[in-house]
């Protein structure tokens, strides 16, 4: 009950959700108004917000000054910012004098930042919280010393605010939540425990060999397959015709070594093709870890047979002959071929764990992998046809042949451990012995490879052996009580001040003890309640300054997004400038900072939601099932603001950048001079390059549309909200969104023109649209239009092939209008004239993203009485143009961070 105890009682709400209630409040009739404040109110407000008028539902009349409620607090709050910003009175309404204007602002200002620290005092700024579920995946590797655990897509979902899951108003704690703590700490213990139950060892798994149960299928099971994308059984370049037809084994074997080091299996098809995966799934992952992987691939060239595939139409409009590949002729590779590598689950996700570039010579590559128990390992050559049903034909065939990807072998190094036991078993029990138990039960072979006893044959490749680990104790209770206080002085966040608080822990040994658990299972247990505790899970403290231990666990979860290492536990006098300086430089290089940037990213941007919105296959046939370009366009967004941080950039290039990073996919898609590789590299942008900031990166472009059309409003709301700050409210109830005509019949600027006409609607959509016209001229992928894309009869057709296989349907209707103006005036032709006028401001860049920064580092809005410290923490960063690693160092050296 002490864990329910310390949830929060209630949770913020923002002024878009408060402000309805706030304004039909009417706490008694005749209010008394400060005398500062009631002749600008009476003079200046009451014609349209009195009892009677009550325009907004607000009435100023009967409204409250009480300013320790809540509710009244905002809605005073919000009459303060719209006289500021000129919003009110309305500007056809008699003006006040500016020295009534000032006058009423400074004394309301007065007296909400009275107020609001008074608040403050009593409540702190942030509310307690707990670990969401990443910090805990994160927690549990530095406390079991295990980096490879994966345990986060195990806890639900996290409740998000103000953009962040890292606030106490969303993070609560339920049943459900409780239990799926219990179970998750209890797989990561056993997880931890058992690795030391597997040595690390090499094994060496042939391609031809997949093929007994996979690969092989379309020549040996009758399974009716489309010979062109049938795997190519290859003895280096050289098609072996008596294999495909049946007359020789699939393999040599170990008979002969050196032939059977240049076997490999080709294909002309991406691994999304529905009947040629070629997944590694005799690989055996005894237990979840570290492991080192290599591969001997290369690529070649299948002969055209003659064949077409499909109609005389182009990829762009010209005219040329999709052929077939002859799997008889084989040829040297033209080029190299992009290749992705991922852990592929009994559940059917796949997880990325690297890419590379697989060349024309076979070469080795050699990865460093996390891997789960009974993974699975798909290697994808993304660039190749990924046909799907009907297709017709092969962007990528030419009449000299067809591009391809072999493999020759993969081989698999762990789990890795730098020590044995392993540093995880050690976490856990330090020095005691222990012995290995093994069950004799194997996963069997099929009796024969048919379709039927192929399905469901995922779960985990044969031979996984099922071992656990028992501990054998010298003395059981003793080294029970040393190992407890061990743990709970490695796991909690704060200094243990008697070993007496392991006394409960210790109480659940003894009773698991009591009914007939091995002193392993009544340890893990006792360890569960541990990483289930209120003293784990929460990561906030009393009211007032923070202590060093405090602060540095505030700092790690801020840059680490996980909990201290030993250096920042043992740190002193965290509270100087100095040293929190030097500590923050030290996070900021080291390789764990990469949790910041993309936990950040993530929710701030929404990247998270990158597969959401997946490409129309009939608007985007040229999107769809396009793998690679949603991992570049992720890979770049992350890149780049890592750029930003470690040459401390001026915010400013968040709008506008003379670079990004690009790999060969990104680099067409941006319409950049082209070059080979999979590996993202710092490009320079021509001057006249729409490219450059978030802005037109393809990962923003792409949350910010919805797979089939793109939205001005969501476009427009999102940069208005997200990158500059500006709170949009929610539309009112019963309007009805503005659907796009994917016909072609009018544009999404013709049907928001008519939709803005009513006055309640333009007032609000004149101060986003502008912004989500600016990038009409990217499509929902962040490609290069000057027109829109539909599907009917309308518009000029276009000819070509999709990576899918399908001839393109969707026609070219409407041109693209990428102008707007502005609320204040100013108008733009295109996105270049958009970005300047943003960037007129870069203060106004500098101030969204230091509020951003300590939302995510605090947990913690930016209260009303807060604001001027925003704006000395910019000031310190001017002189530095705003620096993003500068802005992060002022955030931290705050009063604002180093308070409750």
Request: glycine content about 6%; charged content about 25%; proline content about 7%.
């Amino acid at each position: 009950m002490f864990l329910f105890s310390i949830i929060h009682q209630s949770a913020k709400l923002s002024l878009a959700v408060l402000l309805p209630a706030c304004m039909a409040t009417k706490v008694c009739a005749q209010v008394d108004l400060p005398a500062n404040l009631s002749g600008f109110v009476e003079n200046h407000c009451l014609g349209c917000h009195d009892s009677l008028g009550q325009e907004g539902d607000l009435d100023l009349e009967n409204l409250s000054f009480d300013l320790a409620d809540k509710q009244t607090f905002a809605t005073w709050a919000l009459v303060h910012d719209r006289v500021d910003h000129g919003e009110m009175p309305p500007k056809d309404d008699v003006q006040p004098a500016r020295e009534d204007l000032n006058a009423f602002l400074k004394s309301l200002s007065g007296s909400l930042i009275a107020a609001d620290r008074k608040r403050i005092s009593q409540e702190g700024r942030s509310k307690v919280r707990r670990v969401n579920r990443f910090e805990y995946e994160n927690t549990l590797r530095h406390v079991l010393d295990s980096p490879w655990l994966q345990v986060s897509h195990r806890l639900p979902e996290d409740g998000t605010y103000e953009n962040f899951n890292k606030t106490g108003d969303r993070l609560d704690v339920s049943h459900v939540q409780m239990a799926k703590y219990l179970e998750t700490a209890d797989y990561a213990l056993r997880s931890a425990v058992n690795a030391a139950a597997f040595r690390s060892v090499t094994r060496r798994y042939y391609a031809r060999d997949e093929g007994t149960m996979i690969f092989w299928m379309p020549f040996r099971k009758g399974i009716n397959m489309e010979p062109s994308r049938a795997p190519i059984p290859l003895l280096g370049l050289t098609s072996e015709t008596e294999v495909i037809r049946g007359t020789q084994p699939l393999t040599v074997g170990d008979s002969n070594p050196e032939a059977r080091n240049q076997e490999a299996f080709g294909f002309v098809v991406g691994t999304q093709a529905s009947a040629a995966k070629y997944d590694f799934r005799n690989v055996i992952v005894p237990t979840p870890g570290n492991y080192r992987l290599r591969m001997k691939t290369f690529t070649f060239t299948a002969g055209p047979n003659g064949r077409r595939g499909g109609e005389d139409h182009g990829l762009t409009g010209g005219t040329q002959k999709w052929w077939l590949p002859d799997r008889n002729v084989v040829m040297p590779g033209k080029r190299s071929e992009p290749v992705t590598l991922y852990a592929h689950t009994a559940s059917g996700e796949s997880i990325w764990i690297g890419t590379f570039d697989s060349y024309p010579d076979p070469k080795i590559i050699e990865r460093d992998v996390v891997l789960r128990k009974g993974d699975a390992i798909r290697p994808d050559a993304g660039r190749l046809l990924r046909t799907q049903p009907g297709w017709r034909g092969n962007p990528n065939a030419t009449s000299e042949g067809v591009p391809g990807f072999a493999m020759n072998w993969l081989e698999l190094e762990g789990p890795l451990s730098e020590s044995w036991p392993p540093q995880s078993y050690q976490a856990l029990f330090g020095d005691l012995p222990f012995k290995v138990h093994e069950s004799e039960e194997r996963l069997p072979l099929p009796p024969l490879l048919t379709e039927e006893t192929l399905i469901g044959w995922t779960e985990r490749s044969p031979g996984i052996p099922d071992r656990r680990v028992d501990v054998l104790p010298s003395d059981p209770d003793a080294d029970a009580r040393r190992l407890l206080v061990a743990f709970v002085k490695n796991a909690y966040r704060s200094p243990i001040a008697d070993d007496a608080v392991i006394e409960p822990y210790f109480e659940i040994y003894k009773e698991a003890t009591a009914i007939g658990q091995s002193f392993t299972d009544a340890m893990i247990s006792a360890y569960t309640t541990i990483l289930s505790s209120p003293d784990f899970l929460f990561v906030e403290s009393q009211v007032g300054p923070l202590e060093d231990h405090e602060i540095a666990s505030r700092l790690s979860y801020f840059l680490w997004n996980g909990p201290p290492d030993e250096k920042l536990e043992y740190a002193q006098n965290l509270r100087q400038e100095t040293e929190l300086r030097a500590q923050t430089e030290r996070m900021l290089s080291d390789p764990k900072s990469d949790r910041f940037i993309n936990a950040f990213l993530d929710y701030w941007l929404e990247l998270k939601e990158i597969n959401a919105n997946t490409p129309d296959s009939q608007l985007y046939p040229q999107y769809y099932i396009d793998d690679q370009l949603t991992e570049a366009s992720l890979f770049e967004t992350r890149r780049f603001f890592r750029e930003l941080i470690d040459r401390d950039l001026p915010a400013g290039n968040l709008i506008d950048s003379d670079f990004t990073y690009a790999n060969e996919r990104l680099a067409r898609h941006y319409g950049l001079e082209p070059f080979e590789g999979v590996e993202l590299r710092r490009v320079s942008l021509p001057d006249d390059s729409p490219r450059g900031g978030l802005l037109t990166q393809a990962s923003v472009l792409r949350v910010t549309a919805n797979g089939t059309t793109t939205s001005p409003v969501l476009r427009g709301v999102w940069i208005m909200e997200r990158l500059l700050g500006v709170h949009i409210p929610p539309p009112p109830s019963g309007v009805e969104a503005v659907e796009p005509d994917t016909r072609g019949a009018t544009t999404i600027r013709e049907q928001l023109d008519k939709h803005t006409s009513f006055e309640s609607c333009h007032m609000c959509h004149a101060k986003f649209d502008p912004a989500g016209f600016a990038l009409e001229s990217f499509d929902i992928a962040g490609g290069w239009q000057e027109r829109y894309r539909a599907i009917g009869e309308i518009g000029e057709p276009l000819e070509g092939i999709g990576l899918n296989g399908l001839f393109f349907t969707y026609r070219n209707a409407e041109p693209v209008d990428p102008s707007g103006v502005l609320q204040d005036g100013r108008a733009f032709a295109d996105i270049q004239e958009f970005k300047s006028h943003l960037l007129s401001d870069e203060r106004a860049i500098a101030r969204n993203l230091v509020k951003q920064f300590i939302v995510y580092a605090t947990g913690a809005t930016i209260s009303f009485s807060e604001r001027q410290q925003v704006e000395e923490i910019i000031d310190s960063c001017q002189d530095n143009e705003y620096g993003v690693r500068s802005i992060i160092h002022a955030v931290i050296q705050s009063d604002l961070f180093k308070i409750k």
